[in-house]
């Protein structure tokens, strides 16, 4: 079992609708969830981090915790093409390490 | 002014060679990474310094050097590069304090090309 899992996609969604990237993690102990977007050819880039039960808003974002099914998943409202990119799901583990997901490429059409 | 940034960002070079990456924080954090993404852009941790100390050493053949001077440089040396080696590289660093201090703030990267 990976240790950070995410759907590879491609998620394809239509333009003003809802983006939802979901991540599942095997280390009940860990403690900070990061989401990360990662356009072709550039670095990664933080959205937004989480560290308790429930549901963080950022403008269009909105990331969600649940730790009992140890589950982290990126609501995207009113997607646009500038959207489209590489959505990396991180876990600060027990083990003190940060550890990626392989990433959901979501693609946003017009 | 660029928070993490990492010299070259592209390399080509033969196999059997000596590259070296460098690296370098003007965030004030306490810790430095070095990740690699390869193709599959599967991002996958290789080593973390915090002041200067190496608390991370995940399974990299020993080819594989870092070096870090102070809390604001990390570099990395390969020796006798490899096919497989070619991927990106990226510096990485993040505070070590508190949940939100680990976030990582990542390079632009590094392009290394092994022919």
């Known amino acids: 079992q990976k240790e950070v899992e995410q759907n590879s996609g491609p998620l394809s969604v239509p333009e003003g609708a809802i983006a939802s990237l979901n991540c599942t993690y095997s280390?009940?102990?860990?403690?900070?969830f990061f989401w990360y977007r990662q356009y072709s050819g550039k670095s990664p880039e933080l959205i937004m981090f989480?560290?308790?039960?429930g549901d963080k808003e950022d403008g269009r974002f909105t990331a969600q915790l649940n730790k009992a099914s140890q589950y982290v998943s990126l609501l995207i409202r009113d997607s646009q093409p500038s959207d489209s990119a590489t959505y990396l799901c991180?876990?600060?583990?027990?083990?003190?390490?940060?550890?990626f997901g392989s990433g959901t490429r979501l693609s946003i059409r017009p | 002014d660029t928070a993490v940034s990492q010299t070259p960002k592209y390399l080509v070079t033969q196999m059997g060679n000596d590259k070296s990456i460098k690296c370098e924080q003007n965030?004030?954090?306490?810790?430095m990474y070095w990740y690699k993404q390869d193709s599959k852009k599967f991002l996958k941790i290789m080593f973390s310094y915090n002041n200067k100390e190496l608390i991370i050493n995940e399974t990299v053949p020993n080819r594989f050097s870092p070096k870090s001077p102070d809390k604001a440089h990390l570099n990395l040396h390969i020796n006798s590069l490899e096919l497989g080696d070619s991927a990106v590289y990226f510096c990485?660093?993040?505070?070590?304090?508190?949940?939100?201090?680990?976030?990582?703030?990542f390079g632009e990267g590094s392009w290394l090309t092994v022919v």
């Open positions: 989480i560290y308790s039960n």
């Open positions: 965030l004030g954090h306490d810790t």
């Open positions: 990485a660093s993040s505070r070590s304090t508190g949940k939100a201090g680990n976030t990582i703030y």
């Open positions: 280390d009940r102990g860990s403690q900070s």
């Open positions: 991180a876990v600060y583990s027990s083990a003190s390490k940060i550890i």
